[in-house]
């Protein structure tokens, strides 16, 4: 869980924001609720390396890598950073191309604590089926520095990414083209390009269907609680990527609920996967430890709907408690089947218990 700098800042992010980030993280609350990486994404490098060969920032946004980290970590914080496999980043900013030893070591001298590793050009100098091999020159590096870097892996979905990424050394890896803040894409990602990928997602190495647009502007509070249940139910990482100094309440409310933030974390790791669909409907389900399912109602149409979970589709069978965990309430016991009015484009998110 985390905050990436991409979604909301693209290219005008620089150490002032970075630290004002940070801060807002800790006075918000969304810290101790667990987004502890702080990953600027793409155009803090310089475009050239120093006369030694070292990747260095752009020092008119970022004049002291080393000193930043030193600060994020004094807030309990941990730092992410970003290259690419290519010469050059898909801004235009240096790549880690035939560097990757020295840049890993740079990083690690930094202070870095996670890296996103984005494709981009790297497509004019390797070959598709050199992908696992180009990921795992990085994997290696990162290892070899001794320093725990998480290890993000971005190519966007290509070349059966899920079955090969772990063993380039990814901890996680995008599953799918770049989110956009609106409601299609982010439905289409989150229910339909999941689909099939549950098996490759565990404790360590993750589907990752992209950041988190909740917060940005282009989405109602219902359709910002979908995304976030769904990427909950997908055992996604959390990486949020809105404006943490300027939130409102809606904002704050999702990112930060308990609850719906324990379905994702939850230890045994399971991604959710479609348990029944009806149209526009969908039942999906997570099972938690201790043999809870975390089950989520959703209505991806226009219009209110009663979504039904049967427990047929489910595979329960019997009694079971059940809990809504946006309203935060014990709904009472119900046998065969669970439904609910859910509001356009929204979601009701219950846990059954065992
Ligand atoms: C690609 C990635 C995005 C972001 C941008 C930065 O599009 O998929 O997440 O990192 O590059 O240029």
């Not at 946004?61 to 600060?71: I, K, Q």
């Not at 489910?314 to 009015?341: C, I, K, M, P």
Request: one cysteine or more; charged letters at 15%.
């Amino acid at each position: 869980m985390g905050w990436n700098s991409w979604n909301f800042f693209r290219d005008t992010i620089d150490d002032a924001i970075v630290r004002q980030v940070a801060q807002s993280l800790v006075s918000s609350g969304l810290a101790a609720k667990g987004y502890v990486y702080l990953n600027i994404d793409d155009s803090w490098a310089a475009t050239v390396r120093d006369a030694a060969g070292n990747i260095q920032s752009d020092p008119s946004r970022f004049p002291d890598m080393a000193g930043l980290a030193a600060y994020v970590h004094s807030l309990g914080l941990k730092i992410g950073i970003y290259s690419s496999p290519g010469p050059a980043t898909c801004a235009g900013r240096m790549g880690s191309y035939q560097h990757e030893a020295q840049d890993a070591q740079t990083f690690a001298a930094w202070g870095i604590d996670y890296l996103k590793y984005d494709w981009c050009s790297a497509t004019h100098v390797y070959k598709p089926s050199e992908q696992p091999a180009a990921y795992k020159l990085m994997g290696d590096a990162l290892a070899a520095t001794g320093r725990p870097i998480v290890y993000s892996i971005c190519q966007y979905g290509a070349n059966g990414v899920w079955t090969w990424a772990a063993s380039s050394g990814g901890n996680l890896w995008r599953t799918t083209h770049d989110i956009k803040d609106n409601w299609t894409v982010m439905s289409t990602i989150g229910f339909d390009q999941q689909l099939g990928l549950a098996p490759f997602a565990g404790p360590g190495h993750w589907n990752d269907p992209d950041m988190l647009e909740v917060g940005n502007g282009g989405m109602t509070f219902d359709e910002s609680k979908t995304h976030f249940s769904l990427w909950a139910m997908l055992a996604a990482p959390l990486v949020a990527g809105n404006d943490i100094r300027n939130m409102n309440s809606h904002t704050l409310e999702i990112l930060s609920d308990s609850e719906v933030i324990a379905v994702d974390q939850d230890k045994l790791g399971n991604e959710g996967t479609r348990a029944a669909v009806n149209g526009l409907l969908e039942v999906w389900q997570k099972p938690l430890a201790n043999g809870a399912l975390a089950v989520g109602l959703f209505n991806r149409g226009a219009t209110p709907a009663t979504v039904t979970a049967t427990w047929q589709d489910l595979g329960l069978a019997g009694s079971h408690a059940v809990r809504d965990l946006w309203a935060h309430v014990n709904l009472g016991d119900f046998s065969n089947e669970y439904s609910a009015s859910v509001p356009e484009h929204g979601v009701v998110l219950v846990k059954i218990a065992h």
